[in-house]
């Protein structure tokens, strides 16, 4: 990430700082761009605001996890070690091109595993009103996450 570039959280990153107010106001700006976007490049659309921009698909981890922070959904956090140090939603691409995986992470022994289905059920919520298909698996383990991704070509909303 290059200083001052808006990066949002996918919960592979380090906790927020002392900055709450400011990095609140940040990722308002960059939602509200990405509802601008959308407003101007969905012209088709019967609701610009409920499909995902182009720009969005061609960069579908870091849409999600901007969607997911803008709603005040907690991400999960690494120290810089790598451990985890915080419990909440973690994206990352998705196995198949134009997919994010949405997992729900915390530090060993911290709960997440008891969390997942209410908290992932929710992501899946809060994307799926911004036109993203969310879909509830269980992976290893019986850990459940989400595969997301674009609403199916064509399809609008």
Do not use: K
Not at 46 to 56: C, K, R
Not at 101 to 123: F, K, M, S
């Amino acid at each position: 990430m290059t200083a001052g570039t808006f990066e949002a959280a996918t919960g592979d990153g380090p906790a927020p700082g002392e900055s709450g107010g400011r990095r609140d106001a940040e990722v308002r700006v960059a939602f509200e761009g990405l509802m601008q976007i959308r407003r101007l490049t969905n012209t088709r659309a019967e609701d610009p605001q409920a499909v995902p921009a182009a720009w969005e698909v061609r960069q579908v981890a870091r849409s999600v996890a901007l969607v997911l922070e803008a709603a005040g959904i907690p991400a999960s956090a690494v120290d810089g070690d790598g451990a985890r140090t915080a419990t909440g939603y973690r994206v990352e691409a998705g196995e198949r091109p134009g997919t994010a995986r949405v997992e729900w992470a915390g530090p060993p022994g911290g709960g997440a595993a008891h969390e997942e289905q209410e908290a992932l059920t929710r992501c899946a919520a809060e994307l799926g009103r911004l036109g993203w298909t969310a879909l509830l698996y269980r992976g290893p383990r019986r850990r459940r996450f989400l595969e997301v991704e674009p609403p199916a070509a064509g399809r609008t909303r």
